[in-house]
């Protein structure tokens, strides 16, 4: 089993369209958990951080369940600019772990 | 100014080659890392660095070597280059660890 999983997509969405991906975890020692977007053919890059209490930055919002071992991304009113690959990513034994990514594309 | 950089940025080499890839960071971090993402898009933690000192070493064969000169900056030789090692090679850094990583533009490697 993958120590990060998510469902690799892709998510085909309208503009303006809200969408959520899911992710989860194996290791429920993880404290630290993020959402990186990646672009074709360049680096990923941090989109947010992702706290217990859950946390939103502008249309984008994570929440984190412990629990379960899973972490979410709400994206709201979806613009063509967030085409791109989401990468789940949580920490395992001092490193980060990073999921292989959801592919979202957002047609007009 | 770039935060995180790489050379070079493409590197198409023949099987058997020694080749070596750069990076620098200006951010002040103590911790740099080398990722591989292959081709299907999965990236995966190759060493890291903490003030000059290797602290991550996962099982990547011997023919990788990295090597930190000082805290900014963290290059990757590889030996005797196959056909496998063909991949997509970012650098990172952050400040202590495991915490907020910023990557560099990416080194493609294509072997022949």
């Known amino acids: 089993r993958k120590e990060v999983e998510q469902d690799p997509g892709p998510f085909n969405v309208p503009e303006g369209a809200t969408v959520a991906f899911n992710c989860t975890y194996s290791n429920s020692a993880s404290q630290s958990f993020f959402w990186y977007r990646q672009d074709c053919r360049k680096e990923p890059k941090l989109l947010m951080s992702v706290y217990s209490s859950g946390n939103e930055d502008g249309r984008f919002t994570a929440q984190l369940n412990r629990a379960s071992q899973y972490i979410s991304l709400l994206i709201r009113d979806s613009k063509l600019s967030d085409s791109a690959t989401y990468l789940c990513v949580a920490d395992s034994s001092y490193k980060l772990i990073f999921g292989s990514g959801t592919r979202l594309l957002v047609r007009p | 100014d770039t935060a995180v950089s790489q050379t070079p940025k493409y590197l198409v080499t023949q099987m058997g080659n020694d080749k070596s890839i750069k990076c620098e960071q200006n951010l002040g971090h103590d911790t740099m890392y080398w990722y591989k993402q292959d081709s299907k898009k999965f990236l995966k933690i190759m060493f890291s660095?903490?003030?000059?000192?290797?602290?991550i070493n996962e099982t990547v064969p011997n023919r990788f070597s990295p090597k930190s000169p000082d805290k900014a900056h963290l290059n990757l030789h590889i030996n005797s280059l196959e056909l496998g090692d063909s991949a997509v090679y970012f650098c990172a850094s952050s400040q202590d660890r495991p915490h907020t990583q910023y990557f560099g533009p990416g080194t493609r490697l294509t072997v022949l």
């Open positions: 660095y903490n003030n000059k000192e290797l602290i």
